[in-house]
């Protein structure tokens, strides 16, 4: 996971300030994310002080979603393949800045269990699908500047892409 944090130490009375920044590239990651879980193969939470970049990278058999954007700023995924993640593959969440381009998105499939996690509910039911951009929780949640060109989603259950709309001007 990257993210920015604030950290306060007990016996030295001190606070320390911590940025996160991910550069990666031509990188394979298998099995990541925690099961029936909102953590990604790949997180970003509160990145907002770095730029972070994810291309040319595999990201596959996820037990959760592939990769989740959220509270974020300044990210760059391209050309990335992802597959085989449930119940979403790429989830943008109130972002500023960030290019989703040329990635592949297939077999988001849907999770084992019924009832979400930690939900005690039986009758919950996940949202399902390839992409969710800015559109998974509160549409009234700020994305700005978020752009997702060229990218394909294949074999995903529910839905391809899932994003809020806005007025022309």
């Known amino acids: 996971m990257t993210g920015d944090s604030v950290e306060y130490n007990v016996l030295t009375n001190k606070l320390t300030e911590r ?6 590239s031509d990188v394979e990651l298998h099995g990541f994310g925690a099961q029936d879980t909102k953590e990604a193969a790949i997180t970003f939470k509160g ?3 770095n730029s972070s ?3 040319h990278c595999s990201i596959h058999n996820s037990m959760a979603w592939g990769v989740g954007i959220k509270d974020s700023d300044n990210i760059e995924f391209s050309n990335n393949f992802i597959f085989n993640t449930r119940p979403l593959g790429f989830v943008v969440d109130t972002a500023t800045n960030v290019t989703i381009d040329s990635n592949i998105i297939i077999k988001v499939v ?5 009832g979400g996690a930690g939900t005690g509910s039986t009758s919950y039911r996940d949202k399902e699908g390839g992409m969710a ?6 549409s009234e949640r700020a994305c700005i500047n978020v752009t997702a060109t060229n990218n ?4 995903s259950v529910n839905a391809g892409y899932w994003a809020v709309g806005h007025q022309c001007s």
């Open 19 to 24: 940025t996160g920044k991910t550069v990666m």
């Open 47 to 49: 990145a907002k002080t």
């Open 53 to 55: 970049s994810v291309t």
């Open 110 to 114: 849907s999770r084992e269990m019924e």
């Open 133 to 138: 951009i800015c559109s998974l929780y509160d």
């Open 152 to 155: 394909i989603v294949a074999n």
